[in-house]
Nanobody, 122 residues
């Protein structure tokens, strides 16, 4: 089970930090990722991090603004979002990577948790 939280309403240029708590065994064995889904759109990849937190990759749209991290001792993965834009408005989800490292296809991820709404006002 994955539970994302930390969303909210923020102004253009603001920041938020999302958290995703995992109630799964061996959390530290899994690569983790964040996705987002805006109304009427498909679920889009945002960022991923290896089990050891030594490697990450990001969607081009968030590079330089978002940072993914994790604390395995807390079974938690984070998404720090800075310089937020109205187009970042979406429901954000965390998931476990079950496919190959580097993929952005939602079908290669599993254990989708409940999302958290992020709204950026202009």
């Amino acid at each position: 089970q994955l539970q994302a939280c930390g969303g909210g309403l923020v102004q253009d240029g603001g920041s938020l930090r999302l958290s995703c708590a995992a109630s799964v065994r061996s959390f530290s064995n899994y690569h983790m990722a964040w996705f987002r889904q805006a109304p009427g759109r498909e679920r889009d990849f945002v960022a991923a991090i290896t089990w050891s937190a030594t490697r990450t990759y990001y969607a081009d749209s968030v590079k330089g603004r978002f940072t993914v991290s994790r604390v395995n001792a807390k079974n938690t993965v984070y998404l720090q979002m800075n310089s937020l834009k109205p187009e970042d408005t979406a429901v954000y989800y965390c998931a476990v990577l079950v496919g190959n490292w580097g993929t952005t296809n939602p079908g290669d991820f599993g254990s989708w948790g409940q999302g958290t709404q992020v709204t950026v006002s202009s």
